[in-house]
């Protein structure tokens, strides 16, 4: 036994350790790209939400015209808001998908395997709980819980994951709960977190991660 | 100089009998087939080496049912995890003296 063939050895059972428990084909462009879309989708709903507001105004004293076409703002803001989180949503799975299946057939790594599918199941069952969870409490009247319940679940579902994958993955997710409680102490500016946590930490993470991995 | 060698584990000097212990000591278990398309060999390949550890004592095997398919996994006895750290020391050691 020579000391290359020790070497080989010990590199192989290190790469296959990682490679057998950990997903690693996860792509940071994707990271930063999402959290493009979040912004984007955070600037547009930012009018929309102003004009809630609008609506009590001239519902209380009626001193405020303009807000006549607002009058069932209830529907009128809520479909295009909904309509832009499944925007970001979608768009933000479909990028992650597609470049992480490219950065996976770069690699040699199966993207459907042991590791993601482990990978996924603990990711959904967080996410699964807050999002039916958030629904139950719009469908109530409760808007003021969507920004920190949508951070915190979402937080636990990336440190969930973070057993999984790389390490920074479990990072991101305490800040995202971290952001998450926070914005439950700040309500009204549940836009604002929402941006920060969607859209800011992914862009940072995101390039944190491509400057270490995809490069 | 003498390099100890005798310290190695004989049933780990086939390289994908490590490889498969190592992936069997960082995970709680393993099934057989994302055993097998992980490091990419053929069933009997697998079979016979998997069927070698476990003749060593080094590995557990759980025969199970999804639906109709079979559903093997193994997972590593605490006999084959001692004896996995005690080869990387030896390999350890065998590096060091080497260099030394």
């Known amino acids: ?215 | 100089m003498k390099i100890p060698f005798d310290k190695l584990d004989k049933a780990f000097e086939n390289r994908l009998r490590l490889q498969i212990m190592s992936v069997l000591v960082a995970n709680q278990r393993y099934d057989f087939n994302s055993l097998k398309d992980l490091l990419d060999i053929t069933d009997g390949n697998l079979a016979s080496h998997l069927k070698g550890l476990e003749k060593e004592e080094y590995i557990l095997v759980n025969k199970s049912f999804l639906g109709r398919k079979p559903n093997t996994n193994y997972e590593a006895t605490d006999k084959g995890k001692k004896a996995f750290a005690g080869h990387l020391d030896a390999l350890e050691q065998l590096i060091k003296s080497t260099k030394s």
């Open chain 1, 1 to 215: 036994m020579k000391e290359t063939d020790i070497q080989n050895d010990l590199a192989s059972i290190r790469s296959l350790m990682e490679r057998s428990s950990k997903f690693i084909s996860l792509s940071g462009l994707s990271g930063i790209l999402a959290g493009v879309y979040a912004l984007i989708g955070a600037i547009a709903a930012y009018p929309l939400l102003h004009q809630a507001p609008v609506y009590q105004l001239s519902f209380g004293g009626g001193s405020y015209s303009p807000a006549v076409g607002y009058l069932d703002t209830s529907v009128s803001v809520l479909a295009p808001l909904f309509f832009i989180a499944v925007a970001v949503l979608v768009a933000s799975l479909a990028t992650g998908v597609l470049l992480t299946y490219q950065k996976a057939k770069r690699k040699g790594q199966k993207i459907w395997g042991k590791t993601s599918r482990e990978l996924l199941f603990n990711m959904a069952i967080p996410l699964i709980a807050g999002g039916l969870l958030i629904l139950i409490f719009i469908a109530r009247g409760y808007f003021g819980i969507v920004a920190p319940a949508s951070l915190i679940f979402y937080g636990l579902s990336l440190v969930g994951a973070g057993n999984f994958t790389f390490d920074g993955v479990k990072s991101l997710g305490l800040c995202e709960i971290i952001l998450g409680l926070i914005a439950a102490l700040y309500p009204g500016y549940g836009l604002y977190f929402w941006a920060i946590g969607f859209g800011v930490l992914h862009i940072i993470y995101g390039s944190m991660m491509y400057l270490k991995y995809d490069r």
